[in-house]
């Protein structure tokens, strides 16, 4: 699907199939079509082309209402004046479902969330984290095909989000409804997903697990998006295979990494180096550079390394020495990780 705003293209065609069952998340910065792609999922938004499908079902033209979605909001959305058991049930009673199971659903859906106690207590007398719950249950009651969450945690403090996080995903696994949930926090993407959608600027960059997008992101953008990165100025000499023979002009030498799909030979590229899979040495056949941040982390001790062109890269180490500040050390890199990627 494809969605413009008059002249302004939101989000690029984009093909997306989630499969049943499994959670999802669009992770991207602000203004990167996370929204956009979950309104037109849930028919808040009718796809400028293209069309979208819940199982055979084409849903293109059907309005919200009629797609079996549940749809949790960053702002919770709740209805002020009632009560927790009231917004839960409101779902339910525009169905005109039979009052004896609303009651019996609405307490089942309180429960799964760990809200029960507070059914007849009103919204305003809630904790941020218990909206957000409530919210939760007012989407779960009307046992939806696909679940849509749009930044859910955004408005709670760190602590109560990775307690809600965590909640979430131990709804997921034993329920296993497919989910479909947007976030700008790389973290939140990793503790929940099955797989992640990267967006930006209206298009999927890339959709994997975790560990492929952490791994072998497809471009710049991505490996600096996902965890910590080192991204340094490469051109593509020649490629062979699933290699590529790329000239650093930082390392003031020529180098044979994994490389990234679609990277074209005399092109400018990026090298990726993770600050883990760096190995900081005293002398040896390394990067020359210099050390001009030591922070100790406990375990690790984190560094950072300035090149002799000028520019600075991560390091960490496990905490068995510790080089001094100002030191000249010697860098490499374990054997295999160090990747070409295409500027974007
Ligand atoms: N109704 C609208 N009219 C015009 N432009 C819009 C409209 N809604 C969104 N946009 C634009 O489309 C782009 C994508 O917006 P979208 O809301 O999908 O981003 P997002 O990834 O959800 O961002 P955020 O993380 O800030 O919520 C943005 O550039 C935004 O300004
Ligand atoms: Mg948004």
């Given at each position: 699907m494809k969605q413009k705003y008059g002249a302004f293209t939101?989000?690029?065609?984009t093909d997306l199939e989630v499969r049943a069952g499994e959670f999802l998340t669009l992770l991207g910065?602000?203004?990167?079509g996370k929204t956009t792609l979950l309104n037109l999922t849930a028919g808040y938004l009718e796809p400028t082309e293209g069309r979208i499908f819940i199982g055979d079902r084409d849903?293109?033209?059907?309005p919200a209402r009629r797609r079996n979605i549940g749809m949790v909001f960053q702002n919770y959305a709740?209805?002020?004046?009632?009560t927790v058991a009231e917004n839960v049930a409101y779902g339910l009673k525009v169905r005109s479902v039979a009052r004896n199971q609303i009651l019996a659903r609405v307490q089942a859906c309180l429960a799964l969330v760990q809200m029960?106690?507070?059914?007849?207590?009103?919204?305003?007398?809630?904790s941020g984290g218990q909206q957000q719950r409530v919210a939760l249950a007012r989407a779960l009651v009307i046992e939806p095909d696909v679940l849509l969450m749009d930044?859910?945690?955004?408005?709670?403090d760190k602590q109560l989000r990775r307690s809600v996080q965590l909640e979430l995903r131990r709804l997921h696994q034993e329920h296993r409804r497919t989910t479909i949930y947007v976030t700008h926090d790389q973290e939140e993407a990793l503790v929940l997903s099955d797989r992640v959608a990267v967006m930006s600027q209206g298009v999927m960059q890339q959709l994997g697990s975790a560990s492929e997008i952490y791994?072998?992101?497809?471009n710049a953008f991505v490996a600096g998006f996902i965890g910590e990165s080192n991204l340094i100025p490469a051109v593509i000499k020649r490629l062979v295979g699933e290699e590529a023979e790329i000239e650093v002009p930082a390392f003031k030498r020529t180098l044979t990494v994994t490389a990234a799909p679609s990277l074209s030979p005399g092109t400018e590229a990026q090298l990726l180096l993770r600050p883990e899979h760096l190995i900081v040495t005293h002398d040896g056949e390394g990067v020359s550079a210099e050390i001009v941040e030591v922070i100790y982390l406990g375990e690790l001790t984190a560094y950072t390394l300035k090149l002799e062109g000028g520019q600075t890269i991560a390091a960490r180490q496990i905490t068995d020495r510790v080089y001094s500040l100002n030191s000249r050390v010697r860098v490499t890199w374990k054997p295999g990780t160090a990747r070409a990627v295409p500027i974007t």
């Open positions: 939101a989000l690029q065609p910065p602000s203004g990167s849903v293109t033209h059907l709740l209805f002020p004046h009632m029960e106690e507070y059914s007849k207590r009103p919204i305003q007398q809630l930044e859910p945690l955004g408005a709670l791994n072998a992101p497809r």
